[in-house]
């Protein structure tokens, strides 16, 4: 349930899957400093019978010395600790403000509940050998959980590359194609975004650049980036390079690159490149709405967000 796995790091909760980073380096001013302690030099005897020769001695300079002041390091992420890591990362003002936004109550008990909750869960299944823990990973989830909550409302791809981040801190055994329940049971590749279908197969899914391969069938996808079309070479795969314009006729879709369609006048009629659906229109196929998604007749929302009742407030 994506709910659960995004507040889960998918948690990456992480992105999703904290610690607070060590306090700058504080240094002491010199302990002395020779300007201000005056001439210390004395001067000399002339016991000489004509020019005597100055004997004295120049004063001592005190170049003082610099004491660094360095803060001890945040403590390593383990098993032990991931889950108050992640509900400090998850539980931010940031998630906050998101949630007013949305009109959800927060409450920060309720939010750090859930994540421990469902973290838990994902260190048991480390335990039990049906998952591995990645703690490397913990850092580029935070950072990528907070441009999520910080942004709020993120279009689809762009939901993707960021939750992407928090697939690595806990990742699944279960190869895509093979049955799942939940999307953390999932066993993607770096940059990949893990996902159980909702025909119950995992799916690797992830988002290829200019240039990149692209893949828009079976258990593991490469979606063109926005702006960009997959060149099909085979009825599946081929490169991704620029899609068509608004407006440029177009015989397919998936010329018009993510979020467009290839609009019809009417049966027989050459199409041209519009932009997707609107959230709540009348569809009839996915790749007609902005979201890419056509759900019970209607196009789905464009656009992704952190906040939803369990993670505000720990209910629903």
């Known amino acids: 349930m994506r709910t659960y796995r995004l507040l889960m790091l998918s948690l990456p ?15 002491d001013e010199p302990t002395g400093d020779a300007s201000s302690n005056g001439d210390t030099a004395t001067s000399g005897t002339d016991t000489g019978t004509g020019g005597g020769t100055d004997t004295g001695t120049d004063p001592t300079k005190d170049t003082g010395t610099v004491v660094t002041d360095t803060a001890p390091p945040p403590p390593a992420i383990t098993l032990d600790n991931v889950c108050d890591k992640l509900a ?29 909750v469902v973290c838990k869960a994902r ?89 990149q391969p692209c893949v ?14 997959c060149q ?33 006048g009417g049966t027989g009629s050459g199409g041209k490149c519009a932009p997707g659906l609107t959230t709540g229109t009348t569809c009839y196929s996915n790749e007609s709405c902005a979201s890419g998604s056509c759900a019970g007749g209607r196009c789905t929302d464009p656009n992704y967000t952190p906040a939803n009742t369990f993670l505000c407030s720990g209910t629903g």
Do not use: H
Not at 13 to 27: E, I, N, R, T, Y
Not at 216 to 229: E, N, P, Q, T
Not at 232 to 237: D, I, L, N, R, V
């Open 232 to 264: 099909f070479a085979s009825g599946t795969s081929g490169t991704c390079s620029a899609a068509k314009m608004v407006g440029a006729a177009c015989n397919y879709s998936t010329e018009c690159g993510f979020g467009y369609y290839c609009q019809r």
């Open 13 to 27: 909760l992480v992105l999703a899957a904290c610690g607070g980073a060590a306090d700058p380096s504080v240094f």
């Open 123 to 211: 260190v048991d299944d480390v335990k039990a050998g049906d998952a591995t823990f990645n703690p490397g990973t913990f850092a580029g989830c935070q950072a990528a959980w907070s441009a999520l909550t910080t942004k709020c409302s993120v279009p689809a791809l762009e939901f993707i590359k960021l939750d992407a981040a928090c697939d690595q801190l806990f990742v699944g055994s279960v190869a895509p194609g093979s049955s799942c329940a939940e999307d953390w049971e999932c066993k993607v590749p770096v940059g990949s975004f893990a996902n159980c279908s909702g025909s119950g197969r995992c799916e690797s899914i992830s988002v290829a650049a200019k240039d």
């Open 216 to 229: 828009y069938s079976g258990s593991v996808r490469a979606i063109c980036d926005y702006g960009l079309a």
């Open 88 to 116: 400090d990362a998850y539980c931010t003002p940031s998630l906050a403000s998101c949630c007013g936004t949305k009109s959800l109550a927060w409450k920060e008990g309720g939010c750090r509940d859930a994540v421990k």
